[in-house]
């Protein structure tokens, strides 16, 4: 099997994509759109940048067309960006495959479906009028304020903006199969009603909710011939995660035996801890630090926000992880 083939038919995919997105940026107006408040709802204004500093203009509310134009063409060139970003990971991807073997190449192509080019990239686009976030993304709709900018922007940009929160909410509300080991060892809820193993988990789970990252907890991950279930699986962009695994019973020597060895499978099978794969410790005379709990966090939403086409926090989204 031709592996570079296959990266090579994506990349064109992305490719095309990318150029029809630059097509719909021809002869879009100039400036960019932007709101102030007045009163009880958002002024719409055309923003310019000239030798003499920023200028703002006024759009009428008769003249809504103008306002959407300008928000269709933040959407193009948000997405254009974030295509460009994946085909730059393509690139290097196909670089370092050229200098392998054939085996190697599979295993490069199996890393990048799992965490670089979003599967959601290489399917033919759906009907979008007939997607159920259009419910989400239309007036009235989750998470939207009279009042915030986010919001006006999605109503104004109406179904385009369905495909660029495709992804986001695709995975936050796909259900999975979660860990069935020992469930009578779930005895501690979190604020977004899972129960979890330990306070740590809690903790974490609880910092996660409130930085509006989505997130999965104890979803199986195949490593080579066996089934692990990381405490977190982490959502950093299209088609990327993270795994994060606390270890909580460092005084265990059998615990940390295990341990040992699940992290060696996770490294064989491409997932290198500080890249692919957050681990924190603990022990009793050591507990979780929190701080750095939330350093990780807030290190994973930067992260997330350099390839998502908007921010979860500032677009007022709330995700609760589901399962069954």
């Not at 038919?9 to 932007?34: M, T, V």
């Not at 295509?83 to 085996?103: H, M, R, T, W, Y």
């Not at 299209?238 to 992290?263: A, C, F, M, T």
Request: proline content about 6%; glycine content about 6%.
């Amino acid at each position: 099997m031709n592996y570079t083939q296959q990266l090579l038919d994506i990349r064109n995919q992305l490719s095309a994509q990318l150029a029809e997105h630059f097509r719909q940026l021809q002869g879009a107006p100039p400036g960019k759109l932007a709101f102030q408040k007045n009163g009880g709802y958002l002024k719409w204004l055309r923003s310019e940048e000239n030798p003499g500093g920023v200028c703002r203009q006024a759009i009428l509310r008769k003249d809504v067309n103008q306002a959407q134009l300008l928000a269709v063409k933040s959407y193009h060139m948000e997405m254009a960006a974030a295509l460009e970003k994946q085909i730059a990971l393509l690139d290097g991807f196909l670089k370092e495959a050229a200098s392998v073997n054939v085996p190697a190449q599979a295993g490069l192509l199996a890393q990048l479906t799992e965490i670089g080019v979003n599967a959601s990239f290489r399917r033919e686009r759906t009907d979008i009028a007939k997607t159920p976030l259009q419910g989400l993304l239309t007036p009235g709709g989750r998470g939207q304020s009279q009042l915030d900018p986010s919001a006006e922007l999605v109503r104004l940009i109406g179904p385009a903006a369905a495909e660029a929160y495709e992804w986001f909410f695709s995975w936050c509300f796909d259900r999975y199969e979660y860990c069935q080991d020992h469930p009578e060892h779930l005895t501690y809820p979190a604020e977004c009603g899972l129960k979890m193993r330990s306070k740590s988990e809690v903790f974490i789970c609880d910092t996660l909710l409130h930085s509006s990252l989505a997130f999965r907890y104890e979803q199986p991950l195949r490593l080579g011939q066996q089934i692990v279930y990381p405490d977190f699986t982490i959502l950093l962009g299209p088609g990327r995660v993270i795994y994060w695994e606390h270890l909580g019973k460092l005084l265990d020597q059998r615990y940390n035996s295990n341990n040992r060895l699940k992290i060696s499978d996770y490294i064989e099978n491409g997932y290198y801890p500080g890249r692919d794969l957050i681990i924190t410790c603990e022990d009793e005379r050591s507990p979780l630090d929190h701080d750095l709990v939330t350093a990780i966090v807030g290190s994973l939403c930067k992260r997330f926000y350099s390839c998502a086409p908007f921010s979860p926090t500032k677009d007022r989204i709330l995700i609760m992880p589901s399962f069954h």
